[in-house]
């Protein structure tokens, strides 16, 4: 009896694990595989075509003492500093003028929404021709018709305009998934809260400060993190857009990583790159982990 109901025990276990082995399979392909391949790269220079030559932390060395690593760096942590607060302010706004009741509610919702699943080929196509320097690019022709331009400028001249045309980009980009995580925030809110308030003479912005943001912020501290990482893997509007100019003032660590790995074919370098990004993309995960718990455990208190 005791042997049978092993036997069952064990063809069940095994029934799962079969249901789990393609996941495993495609896991180990695409995930575990490249890692570790990635690793041995980065201890070795190589470009594709010749031999693998081992040098050991020569990689990680080169890249540290690299200014150029470290502009990028400074390029992505300082666009991650305008464009993360931007997009939520923004997104805030929107969330809490949707949440009323207001007419055509859907469809601006959609409207705003609806970017966010486009894909960057033809979102970046068009606001490139946005962007254009003749004068009949869309912002120009609409600026020079409104008077405020004399005559056509070039947007991605100057690292200010360069930036400021990623980031609205971005903005306008992203901004509808943090829109449909705070209106579903929002609506969670009990009324009896504002209700309270209101009886107790508290304004908008008290009301704000002391009843909408406490019970977004689990919300909120996952949006930071989500924004980060896609922050830090800034890569498409950089590569439609500028290049990485004018003199690297726009270059991030993503496309620093493409111009070693694939035009300078230097993919040791490449792969020490990845691991450096990994790395303070993990620090900053980490930090957000711990404070999102000491959080979660004072609200509990």
């Not at 929107?94 to 601006?108: C, F, S």
């Not at 966010?116 to 120009?140: E, M």
């Not at 509007?237 to 230097?266: D, H, I």
């Amino acid at each position: 009896m005791k042997s049978k109901l092993f036997s069952k025990k064990l063809w069940w276990e095994l029934g799962n694990w079969g249901f789990l082995l393609p996941h495993l399979f495609f896991f180990l392909l695409f995930i575990v595989i490249p890692l570790i391949t990635n690793i041995q790269i980065s201890f070795h220079n190589w470009n594709l075509l010749g031999q693998k030559v081992y040098v050991g932390l020569q990689n990680y060395i080169r890249i540290w003492t690299d200014d150029r690593f470290w502009l990028a760096v400074k390029n992505t942590v300082i666009f991650a500093i305008i464009s993360i607060p931007l997009t939520m302010a923004v997104a805030m706004i929107i969330a809490l003028i949707l949440n009323q009741k207001v007419y055509g509610k859907l469809w601006l919702l959609v409207a705003f929404v609806s970017p966010t699943f486009f894909g960057s080929v033809g979102i970046l196509t068009t606001w490139k021709w946005i962007y254009a320097s003749y004068p009949t690019g869309l912002a120009n022709y609409a600026l020079l018709k409104l008077g405020f331009l004399k005559e056509a400028i070039s947007w991605f001249e100057t690292p200010t305009r360069a930036w400021a045309c990623i980031i609205i980009t971005t903005v306008w980009w992203i901004v509808g998934f943090s829109v449909l995580l705070y209106l579903g925030a929002l609506q969670r809110i009990p009324p009896e809260q504002y209700e309270a308030a209101k009886v107790d003479g508290a304004g908008p912005w008290k009301t704000f400060w002391n009843i909408t943001l406490p019970w977004m912020r689990n919300v909120l501290f996952f949006d930071v993190v989500r924004q980060v990482l896609l922050a830090f893997g800034l890569f498409d509007q950089v590569y439609f857009f500028t290049g990485g100019g004018p003199a690297g003032s726009t270059r991030t660590m993503v496309y620093y990583l493409y111009l070693v790995g694939f035009t300078r074919q230097e993919l040791g370098q490449a792969a020490a790159i990845s691991w450096y990004i990994f790395a303070i993309v993990l620090i900053f995960a980490l930090l957000q982990l711990i404070l999102l718990t000491r959080t979660v455990r004072s609200a509990e208190e």
